[in-house]
T-cell receptor
Framework: GEDVEQSLFLSVREGDSSVINCTYT??????LYWYKQEPGAGLQLLTY?????DMKQDQRLTVLLNKKDKHLSLRIADTQTGDSAIYFC????????????FGTGTRLKVLA | NAGVTQTPKFQVLKTGQSMTLQCAQD?????MYWYRQDPGMGLRLIYY???????DKGEVPNGYNVSRLNKREFSLRLESAAPSQTSVYFC????????????FGDGTRLSIL
């Protein structure tokens, strides 16, 4: 079945860039999302990219998509302590039944 | 700006007890979802409702039932709670269409003893 994987933890220093990676297996994924979850809260949509794009930039956020390798990344420039959270990638697959599949989440810790 | 509201926020149950988790959205969304979040496993879809009057099973539906009461409300019921159902439960909603982003509530933290 479809699978979406992320590394569990990432630690960076304040002011550095963070890169969170995501790999997926289903080549029919047409929309790919990044969500942020702060402690005690639900997921909030951060940004998204369509499968016909290679890159999308949104202020401090850059999303890169390598369709050949089925690899998605989220880069946060000038990482701040407020960026500490769990980040989830999510892909929508349309092969057969519609499915919205979340990755396992990456816990980002920003050190002051 | 309520968005998606879940009640209760916390609950402790004994094995075998029943409970209904409530979810309401005020964004006039057609689609609603129930997920459970467990450490290291991301979010797993329990049930979803593409539109009022329809419900479908997700990845992990066993032990749960749902009711789409109206366009705003989508409830999740545990008929006989088991310790394996200890989890954080999230409700989400989205506009119609498979490519739409989902809007989440703040979750219900449920412990089954």
């Amino acid at each position: 079945g479809e699978d979406v994987e992320q590394s569990l933890f990432l630690s960076v220093r304040e002011g550095d860039s963070s890169v969170i990676n995501c790999t997926y297996t289903d080549s029919s994924s047409t929309y790919l999302y990044w969500y942020k979850q702060e402690p005690g809260a639900g997921l909030q949509l951060l940004t998204y990219i369509f499968s016909n794009m290679d890159m999308k930039q949104d202020q401090r956020l850059t999303v890169l998509l390598n369709k050949k390798d089925k690899h998605l990344s989220l880069r946060i420039a000038d990482t701040q302590t407020g960026d500490s959270a769990i980040y989830f990638c999510a892909v929508i697959t349309t092969s057969g039944t519609y499915k919205y599949i979340f990755g396992t989440g990456t816990r980002l810790k920003v050190l002051a | 700006n309520a968005g998606v509201t879940q009640t209760p926020k916390f609950q402790v149950l004994k094995t075998g007890q029943s409970m209904t988790l409530q979810c309401a959205q005020d964004m006039n969304h057609n689609s609603m979802y129930w997920y459970r979040q467990d450490p290291g496993m991301g979010l797993r879809l329990i049930y979803y409702s593409a539109s009022e009057g329809t419900t479908d099973k997700g990845e992990v539906p066993n032990g749960y039932n749902v009711s789409r009461l109206n366009k705003r409300e989508f409830s999740l019921r545990l008929e006989s709670a088991a310790p394996s159902q200890t989890s954080v439960y999230f409700c989400a909603s989205s506009e119609a269409g498979h490519n739409q982003p989902q809007h989440f509530g703040d979750g219900t933290r449920l412990s089954i003893l």
